[in-house]
């Protein structure tokens, strides 16, 4: 198979990280007789330094045009000014909104030999085996009115939380297909006590439910889920939310992993290329250090090649690699560990199967 892939390695620890990815990418591609061509375009703090806008309109044209987007971290202290102008993080809301990636899928599992580098109790996380469907382009992050106006009184801020409903449609199903290949359970969670957006979000899950008679739905408040995700974390298969929530409850379920360093995410659209990221940020204060956890985006690497190039078994080759490196003590800093990212990419890219 030959794929186009753009990488946007971004600001702070995402160049060591994504530069991992792209070596177990080559290493799977040479396995199994992959041709991989990769682009490199900034993003984020980077792309404002030489251009003064967080996604230029050619990054954005690369990642059209391209089978797939590999992304690393964007922002760092230097850009942190809330009310500058110009901000790394616009530039992933720029190209979230620009690929239509309205899904964003967060698995989040609990290997056995890491229960006791989270501060939850081992006995909580036994079986912990869940993917959390966000969706990402609606919701409070782009509705509008938003912004800011002055009168006598003083200063007034809103953010406006819409859905249309075909919106919460496409993002529901999708976690219903998911929950099919999986343990047939989702947990729809929403406000639905206090939000109109939630009602109409649980009216339509409740529809969809009903066309899908073998998958188990449970709603739930969202203030609820943010408990049981520490409580009974083993109960989640397939959790389905709005943009927000979803921000929210994928950092809190992180812990569960044991480190953010561990996860990786895809964002999904309707077609088109998809974008693969580590949920964990660009972490500045180790930035430039080699220690970082290459985990994250190496098993985003492999969420690419399933979602997008539909090379499952190189895909499963990746996540079987890394579960070993782990189980057999490789670690880096973040779990406590002496590993540089180098060294524990190396060790997984030595696991990974002769041939796929
Ligand atoms: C995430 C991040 C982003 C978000 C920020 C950096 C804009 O927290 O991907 O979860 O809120 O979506
Ligand atoms: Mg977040």
Redesign the pocket.
Known sequence: MKANLVVLPGDGIGPEVTSSAVRVLQSIAKRGGHQFTFTEHPIGGCSIEKHGAALTEETLQACLASDAVLLGA??GPKWDNPNAPVRP?QG??AIRKGLGLYA?LRPVRSHPALLDSSPVKPDRLAGVDMIVVRE?TGGL?FGEPKGRTRDQSGERAVDSMVYHDYEIVRIVELAFRLAKSRRKKVSSVDKANVLETSRLWRQIASEIAVRNPGVAIEHMLVDTAAMRLITSPAMFDVIVTE?TFG?IL??EASVLAGSMGMLP?ASLGEKGPGLYEP?H?SAPDIAGRGIANPVGSILSAAMLLRYSLGLEQEALAIETATDRAVTDGCRTADLAGKLTTLEMTDAIIDRLSAKV
């Open positions: 964007v922002g993080e992933l809301l964003n990402l992050y943009n921000d994928t950092d995410s949920i940020g």
